[in-house]
């Protein structure tokens, strides 16, 4: 069975220029999944951004940097982004479309936030971090990467996320845990999950006792030990999310990504949309 994709970026997304509602819905029924979740970027937090470090497909980044090199992303605009959702329900009746929102550091931005979900009424809650702090600025992962110790990051990481699931209760779904794992400098050798399994363990197990879901990103390298310790800990239901920012990118590597969950003991819901259970 392939998975409902959960966490997919449209153009509604500041950061998917390459997005298009329309042709991922159309995606969506070539590729026979049961369920797409458009969960949108809210983020509140400015952050560093070092124009050096964009490649080619990252330059429109540029375009929400000041002079301060700090990139500031803009809102969303929810009135736009639910009458497109509106016009795809009806153009593609026999695809469940879900609502969502992908919300940035929420624990650091609690009242924007919670206006955001009084107001959208999503089907799909993502919680998300992607900058830290260091200093009276923040950064992200791969910028810190360049001035500490690559241990050191990701421990901070860690630690930050277990804050942020304890400090905001209105998300569902953590969504790529991995996300500072992927820009994981080659010169810190392989990355080991061993080497951090009690980090991990104390994360998954913060987000296991909120009665969270682990989704299982499949943009970045997938870690079925990662999965397996979720379990162990108390974990009892995984998402999946491709992270596309283009219809292209709908359900990337979905079928190894169902085969690993199985794999360490979870099983699909009652219904195809729903989450995968232990």
């Known amino acids: 069975m392939v998975p409902a994709d959960d966490h997919v970026h449209s153009e509604w997304s500041w950061d998917a220029p390459g997005g298009a509602m329309e042709r991922t819905c159309a995606r969506a029924m070539e590729l026979g999944l049961p369920a797409v979740a458009f969960t949108e970027h809210a983020d509140y937090t400015p952050w560093v951004l070092d124009p050096s470090l964009l490649d080619g497909d990252h330059q429109h980044l540029l375009a929400n940097v000041g002079a301060d090199n700090l990139l500031r992303p803009p809102p969303i605009d929810l009135d736009g982004y639910l009458e497109c959702l509106r016009r795809c329900r009806e153009r593609f009746p026999d695809l469940r479309i879900l609502s969502g929102v992908e919300l940035g550091e929420p624990h650091w931005h609690r009242d924007e936030a919670a206006r955001l979900l009084s107001a959208g009424g999503f089907d799909r809650?993502?919680?998300?971090?992607?900058?830290?702090?260091?200093?009276?600025?923040?950064?992200e992962s791969a910028d810190l990467y360049l001035r500490q110790p690559a241990g050191?990051?990701?421990?901070?990481?860690?630690?930050?996320?277990?804050?942020?699931?304890?400090?905001?209760?209105?998300?569902?779904?953590?969504?790529?845990?991995?996300?500072?794992?992927?820009?994981?400098?080659?010169?810190?050798?392989?990355?080991?999950?061993?080497?951090?399994?009690?980090?991990?363990?104390?994360?998954?197990?913060?987000?296991?006792?909120?009665?969270?879901?682990?989704?299982?990103?499949?943009?970045?390298?997938?870690?079925?030990?990662?999965?397996?310790?979720?379990?162990?800990?108390?974990?009892?239901?995984?998402?999946?999310?491709?992270?596309?920012?283009?219809?292209?990118?709908?359900?990337?590597?979905?079928?190894?990504?169902?085969?690993?969950?199985?794999?360490?003991?979870?099983?699909?819901?009652?219904?195809?949309?729903?989450?995968?259970?232990?």
């Open 125 to 139: 809650v993502l919680g998300s971090l992607h900058c830290l702090p260091a200093g009276d600025r923040f950064f």
């Open 152 to 278: 050191e990051v990701l421990r901070q990481y860690l630690a930050e996320v277990c804050r942020m699931v304890a400090g905001w209760e209105a998300f569902e779904v953590l969504a790529h845990l991995d996300y500072a794992i992927r820009s994981w400098p080659a010169q810190a050798g392989p990355f080991d999950p061993y080497a951090f399994e009690d980090e991990l363990r104390e994360t998954l197990r913060v987000l296991a006792g909120a009665g969270r879901v682990l989704e299982v990103n499949t943009r970045g390298p997938m870690h079925p030990e990662i999965v397996r310790w979720w379990r162990e800990e108390g974990g009892d239901a995984v998402s999946f999310g491709s992270d596309g920012h283009s219809p292209n990118a709908l359900a990337f590597r979905f079928a190894e990504a169902a085969a690993m969950v199985e794999a360490q003991g979870f099983r699909p819901g009652r219904h195809p949309y729903d989450f995968w259970i232990r």
